[in-house]
Nanobody
Framework: QVQLVESGGGSVQAGGSLRLSCAAS????????MGWYRQAPGKQRELVAV???????TYSDSVKGRFSISRDKAKNTVYLQMNSLKPEDTAVYYC??????????????WGPGTQVTVSS
């Protein structure tokens, strides 16, 4: 079993900042990509940012220049620094991890989500 737990969500005013964290636990041989997704009410879940095992980052156009993803490989933890928050950023944010189990099989795990609310 691979488990992800997000933390750091909350309510802020427009222009404020939040930092999300996600820690992976379980029998994990290695982690490839770690990323953040979000889903607003009535909308489709969308990619926010991804960071590879080599540290290469990818961002949604809507958050480029405002959000920054990073990871601590030793702790199996990924972070999302969210600056200059806008009301449009309001959503449930989910952590996702891809990797290998012992034996070389692929896995994908999702966290339960954490709410981010940005007021105008």
């Amino acid at each position: 079993q691979v488990q992800l737990v997000e933390s750091g969500g909350g309510s802020v005013q427009a222009g404020g900042s939040l930092r999300l964290s996600c820690a992976a636990s379980g029998r994990i041989f290695s982690i490839n990509d770690m990323g953040w997704y979000r889903q607003a009410p009535g909308k489709q879940r969308e990619l926010v940012a991804v960071i590879s095992s080599g540290g290469v980052t990818t961002y949604s156009d809507s958050v480029k220049g405002r959000f920054s993803i990073s990871r601590d490989k030793a702790k199996n933890t990924v972070y999302l620094q969210m600056n200059s928050l806008k009301p449009e950023d309001t959503a449930v944010y989910y952590c996702k991890t891809d990797g290998l189990n012992y034996g070389g099989s692929n896995f994908a795990a999702w966290g339960p989500g954490t709410q981010v609310t940005v007021s105008s």
